[in-house]
């Protein structure tokens, strides 16, 4: 992973970001393993294998350390480790969506992360029964670590409510139905906007929300939260279509796949420079929303930098 940029000043030492992700990954790795030695048990032996599969293969784990920053940002004081198992609900949820989304029925996708889709490996059955078995596991997951970071049942019941609404109808599932419906059709840019709000924005907006909801932060920290996570999330799709024509299937682990499956993408609609214009002008909202309400976090202010940098 190479290091974003920070816009440090000088005489200070700038941050290391390829460190800190790796270090909140083991965090957020080993809170999967907890999680799923917790409740995964509940899950039987055909579809447990898929879904550790689908779990614990890799991936940034942005949604947790976006989650944990967050909550620090706005005044936490948990231990990481109870922050951790309250922010791997999110990935929970995202590792479903992905599991359903290299499904033949969606973008039929043989690699992710590397290795074979988990139906490539545990068929396609298991997969749809793995998938479903983790969205009440996450809502569990989120449920039980509020209660053990001594959150009241209103600010428990807040902090699921805000990840169970980013991934439904109004979200993230909304999201991937507009893509499928939306497949062949050259969508406007208005359209496209839209539909990546909700199927990509939305949960990584919920991760800086409900670490600010979970911290109990003032509503001026709350508002820069959920203003960074959209314009973070929206510049997260724009890299995304930027990788899926500059980078290999090697630095993906992945095969490029908007073309063949004919999607709409912003470099189709305005050209790589353009497209890459208006990621960066997002991470610069994103940056600016949180300097306006004071908060210096450098780990959110450098990976909203590595959202645009990154190679996968
Ligand atoms: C049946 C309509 C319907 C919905 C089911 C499948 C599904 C729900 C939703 C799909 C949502 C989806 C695949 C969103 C894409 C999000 C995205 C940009 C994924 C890549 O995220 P990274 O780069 O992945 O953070 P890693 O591998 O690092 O975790």
Redesign the pocket.
Known sequence: MTSAPTGESPGVEPFDLDGHLRQEARSVEAALERSLDRIGGLISEPAAAAVSHGVLS??????PILCHAAYRAGGGLASDEQVYDLAVSLELI?AY??M??DLPC?DDAEL??GRPTTHRVHGEERTVWAGASLIPMATSQVLWAGERMGLGRQQAAEVASLLLEAAGAGG??G???LD?LGEGRRLTAGELDTLHRH??GALLTAALTMGAAAAAAPASIRSAMATYGQAVGLA??VA?DLLDVTATAEEL?KKPSDQELAKSTYVALFGLEEARRRGNALVSQAREALLRAGVESRPLHALAEFVMSRR?
């Open positions: 890799g991936g940034k784990r942005l949604r995202h969506s992905l359903h989304d969606m992710r992360r993230m599932v999201g991937q139905a499928l199927k990509t997260f799709q995304d682990g996968r």
